[in-house]
């Protein structure tokens, strides 16, 4: 028998705690492990700009036939806009729709492993869980390089280079190119020159998973990693999320980049762009990335929807130096205030997995096992609760 011969697979951990937090009957209980942006109600609203384009697409929208393997050009163009600005030229630039960041980076790596089966994915130490999923389910050889430094809840930037010395000719290093996730700790500018000219000096391709674009230090400011390692290498992969920035999660939209060396590569990894998506689910959402190139292609929408990515992006940082501030407070001690200097929406406490069951067993606060907060799951009332919290549980 075929289906009674599966094997049980490992449970996703994020999506257990949050049956966990759902059954827990306290009323004062927090979550701070779904990664989805909250306002200080714990909704995830609708964004104003994209109310607004649904609500014209609604009036013109004539057909809900399929679009292109690769999904609408335009779609295309606005976001790589949005992303590369003028960095390279559009000669360059091959680019695939795809069902979410989770579809782009999947894409990615089917493309790596057909243009080059031998090459080894180095993976930061930590990353998102799924990209080593992926990576495993689809036998891809990888290597963590250091990134974190649990001591100083910053980067580990001399560990991460010596590490990254070591990649080979061909070998494609895994970046985040704002607000790292889980750490919240990012690379300055300088640094990410560095690693730029070392990608360069080891004939290395850099795939860069950008899903937090604006939600660091602004739109043009969480670009400049990508497009510096964009001017240096001969060939970039970016995989790009609209879940966060566009509040369009359930709607998947997401973009594949590749960044070839000239026009007669762009046109061959574009039509393998192209095959990839026909095999895997042959035309990507369209709801989404419309909304998207409604709102990047019109003034008014697209100033509102800048303008509610920075209110979000300043609630962020509020909350952070809140936090920071009040645990300095309770703990007598300036050792959090590395809370204040990450970026986007996710932190790492530095907490045991035995502080965080503690945390979660004696006062209802609910974040992944590496101690990964979503500084969206805060408000002001309730960021004393964590610190108390943090400071109770030894952390």
Sequence with gaps: MMLTALKPQ???KI????????????SDKIDLGV???KDAEGRTPVMRAVKAAEKRLWEIEETKSYTALTGDPAYGAALTQLILGDTVPDDRIACAATPGGTGAFRQGMELVRMAAPDARVWVSDPTWPNHLSILRHLGIPFTEYRYFDSATCDVDFDGMMADLDRV???DVVLLHGCCHNPTGANLTEAQWRQV??????KGAVPFI?????GFGDGLEADAQGTRIVARACREVLIGASCSKNFGIYRERAGLLIALAPDAASTRLAQGTLAYLNRQNFSFPPDHGARLVTMILTDDALRAAWQAEVEDIRRGLLTLREQLADELRRQSNSDRFDFIARHRGMFSRLGA???QVEAMRRDHGIYMVGDSRINVAGLNARTVPLLARAMVAAGV
């Design 10 to 12: 490992p449970a996703d």
């Design 15 to 26: 999506l257990a705690l949050m049956a966990a937090f759902r059954e827990d009957a306290r």
């Design 35 to 37: 990664g989805v942006y």
């Design 168 to 170: 080979a000719e061909g």
């Design 196 to 201: 730029a000219d070392l990608l360069v000096r």
């Design 209 to 213: 998973d950008l899903a937090y674009q």
């Design 352 to 354: 045991s997995p035995e």
